[in-house]
């Protein structure tokens, strides 16, 4: 019977993610803000899969190549040259359904493929609509795991931080962890979990403020809210799928 724990670490920046043992590890991809939340969202509603790629040139030329939508952002944005943003509420069933989706993200796609690039045990997406899915998962593995947050342009943010910490808070009993980024997560996240959203307004979080700057409140206030979107989204073969 095993009787040591496995290790979890969280990674606050992909700027870090070469420090990590990525190789022997589950690796949780973090976007709160808004690209895992929208991947878990899309595929909640039916989509067949999202295709991740870390360039709008790259979403582009899927996109000609088979029948899909293509989408994603820029600086929260959406990007020039493609059909639609990364709204969760762009992806409502009647529109998604049975489709395929080719997404490219300012930070989330460019974690996902520098996971590949450096042999990820297995990748899957977390946020916070489909935050029980990731820690059932993540239980019966008893695998080490990286938590490993997008932030914004190597800059850390609170929200993914935040989603580690809830990770951590809700299983992290069933993890040996000597990771002092994750004791950072779970004590932000203790502090915050009354109300995820007045967290980020009152510390006046540089992603809500961006995304506020747009008329998104409604989008930030759905990616803090817990399992609205409760699938486990696993990549495989050069997709994302339920």
């Not at 990007?79 to 490219?104: C, M, Q, W």
């Not at 931080?161 to 950072?184: E, Y």
């Not at 809500?208 to 409140?217: A, N």
Request: glycine residues 6%; contains cysteine; hydrophobic residues 40%.
């Amino acid at each position: 019977m095993q009787t040591t724990k496995p290790e979890l670490y969280t990674v606050l920046s992909p700027a870090l993610l070469d420090l990590y043992p990525v190789e022997k590890s589950i690796v949780v991809i973090i976007d709160v803000l808004r690209a895992t939340s929208t991947i878990a969202t899309a595929l909640y509603n039916g989509a067949k899969a999202i295709i991740p790629v870390d360039s709008v040139a790259e979403c582009i030329r899927i996109g000609k190549q088979i029948d899909s939508i293509t989408a994603g952002e820029r600086d929260g944005q959406i990007a020039e040259g493609l059909e639609y943003g990364n709204s969760p509420f762009e992806y409502p069933r009647e529109f998604i359904e049975d489709k395929t989706l080719v997404l490219t993200t300012t930070n989330g796609t460019k974690l996902l493929h520098m996971a590949l690039a450096e042999n990820a045990k297995a990748i899957i997406t977390g946020s916070f609509p489909n935050l029980s899915a990731v820690c059932d998962f993540l239980v019966a593995q008893n695998q080490p795991v990286i938590l490993g947050c997008a932030a914004w342009k190597n800059r850390v943010n609170i929200e993914d931080t935040l989603f580690a910490g809830a990770v951590i808070d809700r299983i992290g009993k069933h993890f040996s962890i000597n990771c002092d980024s994750s004791q950072m997560a779970a004590t932000m996240y203790h502090d915050a979990k009354e109300d995820l959203f007045e967290f980020m307004k009152v510390k006046n979080a540089s992603h809500y403020k961006r995304l506020t700057g747009f008329g998104l409140e409604k989008d930030i206030r759905y990616c803090l809210t817990p399992d609205g979107a409760n699938v486990l989204v696993i990549y495989k073969d050069g997709k994302l799928v339920v």
